[in-house]
């Protein structure tokens, strides 16, 4: 089982970036963006359901950011507007059987994440 994070790069602030993660092997129950900033430890971004229907977000990123299934249930999307220079980070994706958490260790598989810079 691999899962596969892309679409990190560089933005200004105010804009946009859409990151996606490709899950190869399984489908999971739950997945979840995490991300982790220098010298910070790894945060709850988003997560959502297997159909989509149920998603849970951050404080710092609800409004701004929209987490979705794709319709093979084997890809979650992460759009994320209005991009401040806090949310510069490394994102990874992840995915496990548990219900939507924010606990990091709930969830079994990891990628090995991709990175947004955010500058100001």
């Known amino acids: 089982v691999q899962l596969q994070a892309s679409g990190g790069g560089q933005v200004q602030a105010g804009g946009s970036l859409t990151l996606s993660c490709a899950s190869s092997g399984r489908s999971f129950n739950t997945m979840a963006w995490f991300r982790q900033a220098p010298e910070k430890e790894r945060e709850f971004v988003a997560a959502?359901?297997?159909?989509?229907?149920?998603?849970a977000y951050a404080d710092s990123v609800k409004d701004r950011f929209t987490v979705s299934r794709g319709h093979d249930k084997n890809t979650m999307y992460l759009q994320m507007d209005s991009l401040r220079p806090e949310d510069t980070a490394v994102y990874y994706c992840?995915?496990?059987?548990?219900?939507?958490?924010?606990?990091?260790?709930?969830?079994?598989?990891w990628g090995l994440g991709t990175l947004v810079t955010v500058s100001s």
């Open positions: 959502v359901s297997w159909d989509g229907g149920h998603t």
């Open positions: 992840a995915g496990g059987t548990t219900i939507i958490t924010k606990f990091a260790g709930l969830y079994n598989f």
